[in-house]
């Protein structure tokens, strides 16, 4: 099934690699020679780096006005001279560094009288390496006829480099401002630094005299087109969105790519330029190159396979048109004296400004949608406030309605546990026959003063934990004076801890009832004092009972109610800590809140 998806997907492939190879062989042969025949050359020294020779002048030579010489391939530079040893044109520069005009047509003016018909021009050929001299597709006419072949050659290797350098350049300092804007884009930055050093690779085809030495010249060729194609991988996979994953970052596998490939080119600076062994080393380094670029085009290949949208056909089309290309070039690199053209900078200008203008329609993207928000922020803005107000109210309502549940529960759990547990008790007690009176009027009123700390508690919203030991002293205080107790109250101010409810708050009187109950029942003392302050040891509030009886005995073994007290305590997050009166005698229960 996978390789009938991949044909459906990609039956158009063969296709266009076969036309990329037409095209290629194409420009190969389209060499404009004009239509004469070329002059025969003689070269004595072919292997050096220097040679002399000959070029014949025709026999006709009396036939043809304004003569000419047009020199369509030559390696690296020439000086011709006339038959009485008078210059008649160069290239420029004979010394080093030697002029290089490799990728350069050259017309030479030659004047007719001294010209002899059927002799010899003698000439001076110079490169830089050994066994690299090359002289071909000379010819000697009529300049007017010579001068459409030249220019026609001179526009396919010299005028369409330089408008290739030229917008080029114009590109990545327009990309590069963007970037400026924009510095998160990091596609942006890289598209500029690769398209920027494309274009000092590809001037490398249209300088004659290089700023640097030959060997420095030769190796930073090979090492920018190098840098560019590392830079164009890095602005593909920061361009490429990532569908259901997190944005990208500078990753490992990215710096890692980048410390490997500038390891390699360490060879292209290092290996001598003389002897040929740096030009061997540029065959692994392109080499290496294309198989990079080959798995970068793989890749875009499975992206375009996944989804077939129009600008990752874009990209797949510039991938193949640059392998096929650069896979010419780097055949004529390999052959020793070829006089076909570079043509990797035709699908390096279709690639980069295909690049150009999928990331000017996304930042022209960015630009409208900026400006629909300026013109429209006020209307979006309030249109998200009505948005979020409506949110805000439902889930307002959502939150009052499970409050209400809530608290409905917590009420009929606490009137379960207390009032309703009482209750039982006594209906248990008045189904005995032995129940007396006196017990059973007890339980129903700590039944009752049960509903009234429930009752209490529910007001507790809106007031703080002093408020609500007010409000249990006013509903007590008449009980303990009956049981022959006097309350003494040293209740301050104190602060409420964060999120102490009604609940809490309930919790927190049970154990101060409890343990007011248990001073009457027990202490045998005549004063119960309740006070609230801060505890030195750990600085938070706390709620203090107090009695001036005997004390807790040594030999006391805690009951229910001490339990009680012990399990509310841990329900409300509070500490329970005993030890004697202010006084010296009788018993304290202090009730630190956390």
């Known amino acids: 099934m996978k390789v009938l998806g991949g044909i459906r997907v990609f039956w158009w492939l063969p296709l266009y690699l076969l036309a990329l190879y037409?095209?290629?062989?194409?420009?190969?042969?389209?060499?404009?020679?004009?239509?004469?025949?070329?002059?025969?050359?003689?070269?004595?020294?072919?292997?050096?780096?220097?040679?002399t020779g000959t070029i014949r002048i025709p026999a006709n030579l009396n036939t043809i006005e304004q003569p000419a010489l047009l020199i369509f391939n030559l390696n690296q530079n020439i000086a011709v001279y006339y038959p009485d040893?008078?210059?008649?044109?160069?290239?420029?520069?004979?010394?080093?560094?030697?002029?290089?005009?490799?990728?350069?047509?050259?017309?030479?003016?030659?004047?007719?009288?001294?010209?002899?018909?059927?002799?010899?021009?003698?000439?001076?050929?110079?490169?830089t390496r050994p066994n690299t001299l090359m002289l071909t597709n000379v010819y000697l006419g009529a300049s007017a006829t010579l001068e459409k072949a030249y220019y026609l050659n001179n526009l396919l290797r010299q005028d369409s480099v330089k408008v290739l350098l030229t917008t080029l350049l114009l590109a990545a300092l327009l990309i590069g401002g963007i970037w400026l804007f924009y510095p998160a884009r990091k596609e942006y930055l890289w598209y500029a630094i690769g398209t920027a050093l494309w274009g000092i690779h590809s001037s490398n085809l249209v300088i004659r005299d290089i700023p640097v030495n030959d060997a420095l010249w030769a190796a930073s060729v090979p090492f920018?087109?190098?840098?560019?194609?590392?830079?164009?991988?890095?602005?593909?996979?920061?361009?490429?969105?990532?569908t259901h994953l997190p944005p990208r970052r500078y990753t490992h596998p990215l710096f890692y790519l980048w410390a490997t490939v500038l390891v390699l080119a360490l060879p292209l600076f290092i290996l001598p330029y003389a002897s040929g062994a740096q030009a061997n080393y540029h065959i692994v380094w392109y080499s290496l190159l294309a198989l990079l670029f080959s798995l970068v085009l793989a890749y875009v290949v499975q992206l375009y396979w996944q989804d077939q949208t129009a600008k990752r056909l874009l990209f797949v089309l510039c991938g193949f048109a640059m392998l096929v290309f650069g896979l010419?070039?780097?055949?004529?690199?390999?052959?020793?004296?070829?006089?076909?053209?570079?043509?990797?900078?035709?699908?390096?200008?279709?690639?980069?400004?295909?690049?150009?203008?999928?990331?000017?329609?996304?930042?022209?993207?960015?630009?409208?949608?900026?400006?629909?928000?300026?013109?429209?922020?006020?209307?979006?803005?309030?249109?998200?406030?009505?948005?979020?107000?409506?949110?805000?109210?439902?889930?307002?309502?959502?939150?009052?309605?499970?409050?209400?549940?809530?608290?409905?529960?917590?009420?009929?759990?606490?009137?379960?546990?207390g009032f309703g547990g009482d209750l039982i008790s006594t209906l248990a007690m008045l189904e005995r026959p032995d129940a007396r009176i006196s017990v059973i009027k007890e339980n129903i009123?700590?039944?009752?003063?049960?509903?009234?700390?429930?009752?209490?508690?529910?007001?507790?919203?809106s007031q703080d934990i002093t408020t609500a030991l007010g409000m249990f002293r006013s509903r007590?205080?008449?009980?303990?004076?009956?049981?022959?107790?006097?309350?003494?109250?040293?209740?301050?101010?104190?602060?409420?801890?964060?999120?102490?409810?009604?609940?809490?708050?309930l919790q927190l009187l049970r154990i101060v009832q409890e343990a007011i109950t248990n001073a009457i029942k027990h202490s045998g003392g005549n004063t119960i004092t309740v006070s609230t302050g801060t505890d030195a040891a750990s600085e938070h509030g706390f709620v203090q009972i107090a009695d001036n009886g005997m004390g807790m005995p040594a030999t006391y073994q805690p009951?229910?109610?001490?339990?009680?007290?012990?399990?509310?305590?841990?329900?409300?997050?509070?500490?329970?800590a005993f030890g004697a009166a202010d006084n010296g005698s009788g018993l304290s229960i202090r009730i630190i809140l956390h």
């Open 22 to 51: 037409l095209l290629a062989q194409q420009l190969d042969h389209l060499t404009f020679a004009p239509e004469q025949p070329q002059a025969k050359v003689t070269l004595d020294s072919p292997n050096a780096t220097r040679s």
């Open 85 to 127: 040893g008078t210059l008649a044109g160069d290239g420029g520069s004979m010394t080093a560094p030697i002029a290089r005009n490799k990728h350069r047509p050259l017309l030479l003016p030659l004047y007719k009288p001294a010209l002899t018909p059927g002799g010899v021009l003698r000439f001076e050929l110079a490169s």
């Open 224 to 242: 920018t087109i190098g840098l560019s194609v590392l830079a164009l991988v890095t602005m593909v996979y920061y361009y490429v969105p990532r």
């Open 328 to 417: 010419h070039d780097t055949e004529v690199i390999i052959e020793r004296h070829s006089t076909r053209p570079y043509l990797l900078h035709f699908a390096a200008m279709f690639t980069l400004l295909t690049q150009y203008v999928l990331l000017v329609r996304r930042f022209v993207s960015s630009l409208r949608e900026t400006q629909y928000y300026a013109n429209n922020l006020e209307s979006i803005v309030a249109a998200r406030e009505q948005e979020l107000e409506a949110n805000y109210q439902k889930i307002r309502g959502m939150e009052q309605e499970k409050a209400v549940v809530d608290e409905r529960e917590r009420i009929m759990r606490d009137i379960h546990d």
């Open 445 to 461: 009123q700590d039944a009752l003063n049960d509903l009234r700390l429930v009752i209490d508690s529910l007001d507790f919203d």
């Open 476 to 505: 007590n205080s008449r009980k303990i004076k009956q049981a022959g107790f006097e309350l003494r109250w040293a209740v301050e101010d104190i602060a409420t801890p964060a999120g102490f409810g009604a609940e809490k708050t």
């Open 559 to 576: 009951g229910k109610g001490l339990a009680s007290m012990r399990k509310r305590a841990a329900t409300i997050g509070a500490q329970l």
